[in-house]
């Protein structure tokens, strides 16, 4: 006759779920001392999950609405030096940026021409402007722009009203425009603003349409924009014909962007006549290439976020520690007890164990609420985004186990180790 297996599988998760539930009653009887005992691994998950939190919501701001709204998807920009700058620019650095050529409309017309013909390309030009209308008068200045029509689709722009300008507009610089959406409202305030005119500097201009809602980015108002036909009068107030803001280029597919930007690179060594060991004296800025420093500052942030809280986890592993040990003193007759009745040193080892955990996981969730609803209230607060990790989370209630049977070890041991009739005789 097979010996009954059952009892013995099953002994384990019987004893882990008595040690559990014993761990959370000990909560509930003794609230002070608990709170005590979980205060130190409950803040420290507290700013852990409220850090991670802020840094990762500040990620997805920066590299999906800042990065994606001035970049482009799949976009690279050809330009004298960078537009986003996240690190420190040096003196030498920036007067070496001045002293590089510019990018002009013939080396634009020279990247278009190398292009293959499903790829996007764009001249670009912009200044701020005072712009009015018959029904206000010059306002604050605004982004004033200068660009060919295929602008538009690399950047997604629609609009809500009217249209956009097309390629015969542009190449006969007709006298359109299209405007953000507070344009409208500040300078066409409850009227049809289609049709009617916008004078941009000394020029005046016909609206022709009406931009979707872009939002504000790191305070700059998108909607405060106005985008005229390249070859209009607007690229005499922005200095175009001079100097360009930039060349957009777009790749079809993101396979395809790499080898893009190697051919738009050798395009222009070719006519800015740099040998080879020279380095390029100018950019192609993409979304991956401005926010490279933002992705070490990152990195920074997330490791002060997660070691900070660390100072305050070994002080909660003390104070679990030094009440496991209290618990164990408190509980010795008990221990002798279970031992004299046949429980196992590592019986005796493992509930102390779950126990100190299971006290040291329940701070951890706690901190993890906290965590969450300060990040929420920095948000609502702050102009700091905040986005919960799923990482961070996980992390937290698994740091708070760990602390839990790191501080519950010595006193689980101890425990183990005393003696049943000694035990017994204790009062």
Same mark, same amino acid.
């Given at each position: 006759?097979?010996?009954?297996?059952?009892?013995?599988?099953?002994?384990?998760?019987?004893?882990?779920?008595?040690?559990?539930?014993?761990?959370?009653?000990?909560?509930?009887?003794?609230?002070?001392?608990?709170?005590?005992?979980?205060?130190?691994?409950?803040?420290?998950?507290?700013?852990?999950?409220?850090?991670?939190?802020?840094?990762?919501?500040?990620?997805?701001?920066?590299?999906?609405?800042?990065?994606?709204?001035?970049?482009?998807?799949?976009?690279?920009?050809?330009?004298?030096?960078?537009?986003?700058?996240?690190?420190?620019?040096?003196?030498?650095?920036?007067?070496?940026?001045?002293?590089?050529?510019?990018?002009?409309?013939?080396?634009?017309?020279?990247?278009?021409?190398?292009?293959?013909?499903?790829?996007?390309?764009?001249?670009?030009?912009?200044?701020?402007?005072?712009?009015?209308?018959?029904?206000?008068?010059?306002?604050?200045?605004?982004?004033?722009?200068?660009?060919?029509?295929?602008?538009?689709?690399?950047?997604?722009?629609?609009?809500?009203?009217?249209?956009?300008?097309?390629?015969?507009?542009?190449?006969?610089? %007709?006298?359109?425009? *299209?405007?953000?959406? /507070?344009?409208?409202?500040?300078? =066409?305030?409850? #009227?049809?603003? +289609?049709? @009617? !005119?916008?004078?941009?500097?000394?020029?005046?201009?016909?609206?022709?349409?009406?931009?979707?809602?872009?939002?504000?980015?790191?305070?700059?108002?998108?909607?405060?924009?106005?985008?005229?036909?390249?070859?209009?009068?607007?690229?005499?107030?922005?200095?175009?014909?001079? %100097?360009?803001?930039? *060349?957009?280029?777009? /790749?079809?597919?993101?396979?395809? =962007?790499?080898? #893009?930007?190697? +051919?738009? @690179? !050798?395009?222009?060594?070719?006519?800015?006549?740099?040998?080879?060991?020279?380095?390029?004296?100018?950019?192609?800025?993409?979304?991956?290439?401005?926010?490279?420093?933002?992705?070490?500052?990152?990195?920074?942030?997330?490791?002060?976020?997660?070691?900070?809280?660390?100072?305050?986890?070994?002080?909660?592993?003390?104070?679990?520690?030094?009440?496991?040990?209290?618990?164990?003193?408190?509980?010795?007759?008990?221990?002798?007890?279970?031992?004299?009745?046949?429980?196992?040193?590592?019986?005796?080892?493992?509930?102390?164990?779950?126990?100190?955990?299971?006290?040291?996981?329940?701070?951890?969730?706690?901190?993890?609420?906290?965590?969450?609803?300060?990040?929420?209230?920095?948000?609502?607060?702050?102009?700091?985004?905040?986005?919960?990790?799923?990482?961070?989370?996980?992390?937290?209630?698994?740091?708070?186990?760990?602390?839990?049977?790191?501080?519950?070890?010595?006193?689980?041991?101890?425990?183990?180790?005393?003696?049943?009739?000694?035990?017994?005789?204790?009062?």
């Amino acid at each position: 006759m097979e010996p009954d297996r059952t009892s013995t599988r099953t002994a384990p998760a019987v004893q882990f779920v008595e040690s559990v539930r014993l761990a959370l009653a000990t909560i509930r009887v003794q609230k002070l001392k608990s709170f005590f005992t979980l205060i130190g691994v409950m803040i420290s998950v507290m700013f852990l999950i409220a850090v991670v939190s802020i840094v990762q919501g500040m990620s997805i701001y920066v590299e999906q609405d800042f990065a994606g709204k001035f970049l482009g998807i799949n976009t690279f920009n050809l330009r004298p030096f960078p537009d986003i700058q996240t690190g420190n620019v040096t003196d030498e650095e920036w007067k070496e940026w001045q002293r590089r050529p510019k990018i002009t409309v013939a080396d634009a017309m020279a990247v278009k021409a190398a292009l293959p013909e499903d790829a996007r390309w764009a001249m670009h030009d912009v200044r701020w402007l005072n712009v009015s209308s018959a029904y206000r008068p010059e306002g604050v200045q605004v982004l004033a722009e200068a660009a060919t029509p295929e602008y538009f689709k690399i950047k997604d722009l629609g609009v809500t009203e009217g249209r956009l300008f097309d390629d015969q507009e542009d190449a006969l610089g %007709a006298d359109v425009i *299209v405007i953000g959406d /507070a344009i409208a409202h500040d300078y =066409f305030p409850n #009227l049809d603003p +289609l049709g @009617r !005119e916008l004078k941009v500097g000394r020029f005046p201009f016909r609206v022709i349409g009406v931009l979707t809602h872009q939002g504000t980015v790191f305070g700059l108002n998108l909607d405060q924009q106005v985008i005229a036909p390249f070859h209009s009068e607007m690229s005499k107030l922005t200095g175009a014909r001079q %100097a360009l803001y930039g *060349v957009v280029v777009q /790749a079809p597919t993101p396979a395809q =962007f790499q080898p #893009l930007e190697e +051919l738009v @690179r !050798e395009v222009m060594r070719k006519r800015h006549q740099l040998r080879p060991a020279e380095a390029d004296n100018f950019v192609l800025e993409s979304s991956a290439s401005a926010l490279s420093q933002w992705e070490t500052i990152k990195k920074y942030l997330v490791l002060a976020g997660i070691v900070l809280p660390a100072i305050g986890l070994i002080v909660g592993a003390i104070v679990i520690m030094n009440i496991m040990l209290v618990a164990v003193a408190e509980r010795t007759r008990e221990i002798g007890i279970r031992k004299s009745l046949g429980a196992r040193r590592r019986d005796i080892l493992s509930q102390f164990l779950v126990e100190s955990a299971t006290l040291s996981s329940v701070g951890a969730l706690l901190g993890v609420g906290l965590g969450i609803t300060m990040a929420k209230v920095v948000a609502l607060v702050s102009p700091l985004p905040a986005a919960v990790a799923p990482w961070s989370i996980v992390l937290s209630v698994a740091i708070g186990a760990g602390v839990g049977i790191v501080a519950g070890a010595y006193p689980a041991s101890r425990a183990s180790r005393l003696d049943p009739i000694l035990a017994i005789r204790a009062e």
